[in-house]
Nanobody, 123 residues
Framework: VQLQASGGGLVQAGGSLRLTCAASVLAISSFVMGWFRQAPGKEREFVAAISWSGGSTLYTDSVKGRFTISRDNAKNTVYLRMNSLKPEDTAVYYC?????????????????WGQGTQVTVSS
């Protein structure tokens, strides 16, 4: 699976962005899909995950109620809608695919990674 993340940019605090992860080579319909982020000087961290059907989702506490992960298997695409953005959300955001039957949050659980898209939130 090849993953291409896009949709990042510069936004003011309180604003919104929608990230898109487009997959190619293989269909993602059987994969758990996740979003991670890495801020400067920090380790990559889990943000959100969605089951293959889209029926189950999981979020890290800091984004609950603000971010929404979704997927369109027909388009081989995963989205991350980010509302009420805060400066601490500034990071490079990565999408990833896990060959798993359950939602997973560890970096090592994911087998395929996109190249990342920069999100910068100004105060």
């Amino acid at each position: 699976v090849q993953l291409q993340a896009s949709g990042g940019g510069l936004v003011q605090a309180g604003g919104s962005l929608r990230l898109t992860c487009a997959a190619s080579v293989l269909a993602i319909s059987s994969f758990v899909m996740g979003w991670f982020r890495q801020a400067p000087g920090k380790e990559r961290e889990f943000v959100a995950a969605i089951s293959w059907s889209g029926g189950s989702t999981l979020y890290t506490d800091s984004v609950k109620g603000r971010f929404t992960i979704s997927r369109d298997n027909a388009k081989n695409t995963v989205y991350l809608r980010m509302n009420s953005l805060k400066p601490e959300d500034t990071a490079v955001y990565y999408c990833a695919a896990a060959d798993s039957t359950v939602l997973v949050v560890g970096i090592s659980d994911y087998h395929y990674w996109g190249q990342g898209t920069q999100v910068t939130v100004s105060s």
